[in-house]
């Protein structure tokens, strides 16, 4: 099976999400129907369950529950996306297919991290699990709201300006407004009259903005806790847009603390060469952004594989008739 540019193809990039991207039932099909998915999932929540806590996959995939009903619950949304986007990676190795570069946004850089070979599975694991608890015991409520227009809009709004701040940059037209709990409706109201096209994600922290700073001192407490290995896989990071040099509890706390620039990492990419992409985030969000990327040349290929419109299995059968077949 083709795995990798070793055997000629285009440089395969994993491409992991962060928060905002998960959803109840995330996955279900390929927790149903794909064994090497279901395996590495089962193989987390028994570790979840050893540490002591409740099954996760139990609460992913409990039937009473709406696929359309916010998680976002960080304790259990945290190690979920991890569980979920670290499987779905697996699952792509025991095809034979083999990242060449992995590049991480926000939390989604702990499960890339994992990937290649930063932290084992269990460090991270309880990294993503103790990040998610201690976030949510410090209490700090908000949101994240993604805006279809350009950035620089929020810094010509006097509203905007004063009462959010830029999170992610996704897109020339595309990012995110880091909101605390009590702008929410005026931000929100502002972008109203002003006509935007606006989606508040599920996600109950404003992240990416000074609103976290007061828990940088705890944090790296936390993240001193890990040894950190350099990665065996290029990992680029989408807090700096560059490949990681150097990964260690400083700079995890810049991941978390500093705007994601997803628009600027996949620019560079871009203007380096082509690739093939694999998004292996929960929603299928980031092949969308990179093929709207302004530096996208059409060269490169994008797969999708899971997706909030039940496609997941025929994504899955794509890509893998794809690279074999190449």
Same mark, same amino acid.
């Given at each position: 099976m083709l795995a990798s540019s070793s055997n000629g193809s285009l440089p395969i990039v994993f491409m992991f999400s962060g928060q905002g991207s998960q959803s109840y039932h995330m996955a279900k099909d390929m927790m149903q129907d794909i064994p090497e998915f279901q395996e590495t999932m089962q193989q987390i929540d028994a570790l979840i369950q050893a540490s002591g806590r409740p099954s996760l996959l139990e609460k992913l995939y409990d039937p009473a529950v709406n696929a359309r009903e916010p998680f976002n619950d960080i304790r259990?949304?945290?190690?979920?996306?991890?569980?979920?986007?670290?499987?779905?990676?697996?699952?792509?190795?025991?095809?034979?297919?083999e990242p060449d570069i992995v590049v991480g946004a926000s939390l989604g850089e702990v499960a890339a991290a994992a990937v290649a070979g930063?932290?084992? =599975?269990?460090?991270?694991?309880?990294?993503? &699990?103790?990040?998610? #608890?201690?976030?949510?015991?410090? %209490?700090?409520?908000?949101? *994240?709201?993604?805006?279809?227009?350009?950035?620089?809009?929020?810094?010509r709004c006097d509203i905007l300006r004063q009462h959010s701040e830029v999170a992610a940059i996704n897109l020339?037209?595309?990012? =995110?407004?880091?909101?605390?709990?009590?702008? &929410?409706?005026?931000? #929100?109201?502002?972008?109203?009259? %002003?006509?935007?096209?606006? *989606?508040?994600?599920?996600?109950?922290?404003?992240?990416h903005s000074s609103a976290i700073e007061p828990l940088q001192q705890q944090s790296t407490v936390l993240l001193n806790q890990y040894t950190y290995s350099s990665p065996n896989i290029t990992l680029h990071s989408c807090a700096t847009s560059l490949p990681v040099t150097r990964f260690d %509890?400083?700079?995890?706390?810049?991941?978390?603390?500093?705007?994601?620039?997803?628009?600027?990492?996949?620019s560079h990419l871009e203007n380096s060469?082509?690739?093939?992409?694999?998004?292996?985030?929960?929603?299928?969000?980031?092949?969308?952004?990179?093929?709207?990327?302004?530096?996208?040349?059409?060269?490169?290929?994008i797969f999708p594989i899971l997706s909030p419109f039940g496609k997941d299995l025929q994504n899955w059968e794509t890509l893998l008739f794809t690279f074999d077949y190449a």
């Open positions: 259990y949304s945290h190690p979920a996306i991890f569980m979920v986007e670290y499987a779905l990676a697996t699952a792509l190795r025991e095809n034979g297919i930063v932290l084992p =599975l269990e460090s991270a694991l309880q990294l993503v &699990i103790q990040q998610g #608890e201690f976030l949510y015991q410090a %209490s700090i409520p908000g949101t *994240l709201i993604a805006v279809l227009a350009e950035p620089e809009m929020q810094q020339h037209n595309n990012f =995110l407004l880091a909101v605390t709990e009590a702008n &929410i409706p005026l931000v #929100e109201s502002r972008l109203k009259q %002003s006509g935007e096209t606006f *989606l508040r994600l599920p996600v109950s922290i404003p992240f %509890s400083q700079h995890l706390w810049q991941v978390f603390r500093q705007p994601i620039n997803l628009n600027q990492t996949v060469g082509n690739y093939r992409y694999i998004d292996v985030g929960p929603n299928g969000t980031f092949s969308n952004l990179i093929k709207y990327n302004q530096a996208y040349s059409g060269k490169s290929e």
